[in-house]
């Protein structure tokens, strides 16, 4: 079953504009980690956030957790052209395997 | 380099035709995945197995056949009883236990014809 659920499905900005994602969840996790997926491509892992850890960055993201709302949010700041893909996040439930959302398409325009 | 390698990269099966997906990682990772991807969709788990000769049932495993009898092969069977077989399948690992993130490999992009 898909625990998380990000939104929005797809978002366009321009060049050196920030991307907010967002990520829903529907039970306790242990962590929760994002991952990016550039066109027919594997999925790549990006950052990993546990259940008592509010935000991390690393580079020019940056994610938050809110256990209490059970969501999560991605921040690209200074986007470019490489950073169009699709994200995801996926939450690991205390059950040792990863549930994987549906993604956001993200699109950066030059 | 250290890395997952899956193949082939695409795959054309016929109607009642059984085929098998190679993965194969030289990480030293105990826990493998295998995952389909269907257009615009997110990932579903297939099989996982968290060490050798061992090996679970995902959420979509009906018509799917796994063995783990390496630590670092995990090949998947797509059965004549998987209905709708065409996808993208990505195989994937991590250390044993929970709190790591898990590596990737491209992926293999199965058609029916």
């Known amino acids: 079953s898909q625990q998380g659920e990000e939104d929005p499905q797809a978002l366009s900005i321009q060049e050196g504009e920030n991307a907010t994602m967002n990520c829903s969840y529907k039970t306790s996790i242990n962590n929760l980690q994002w991952y990016r997926q550039n066109s027919g491509r594997g999925l790549v892992h990006l950052i990993l956030?546990?259940?008592?850890?509010r935000e991390k960055h690393s580079g020019r993201l940056r994610v938050t957790l809110d256990t209490s709302k059970k969501s999560s949010s991605l921040l690209i700041t200074a986007s470019r052209a490489a950073d169009t893909a699709s994200y995801f996040c996926?939450?690991?439930?205390?059950?040792?395997?990863?549930?994987f959302g549906a993604g956001t398409t993200v699109t950066v325009r030059a | 380099d250290g890395g997952i390698t899956q193949s082939p990269k695409y795959l054309f099966r016929k109607e009642g035709q059984n085929v098998t997906l190679s993965c194969e990682q030289n990480l030293n990772h105990d826990a493998m995945y295998w995952y389909r991807q269907d257009p615009g969709q997110g990932l579903r788990l297939i099989y996982y197995?968290?060490?050798?000769?061992?090996?679970q049932k995902g959420d979509i495993a009906e018509g799917y056949s796994v063995s783990r009898e390496k630590k670092e092969s995990f090949p998947l069977t797509v059965t004549s009883a998987q209905k709708n077989p065409t996808a993208f399948y990505l195989c994937a690992s991590s250390p044993r236990g929970q709190g790591w993130g898990y590596t990737f490999g491209s992926g293999t992009r199965l058609t029916v014809v």
């Open positions: 956030i546990r259940s008592n850890e």
């Open positions: 197995s968290q060490i050798v000769n061992d090996f």
């Open positions: 996926a939450t690991d439930a205390n059950d040792y395997k990863l549930s």
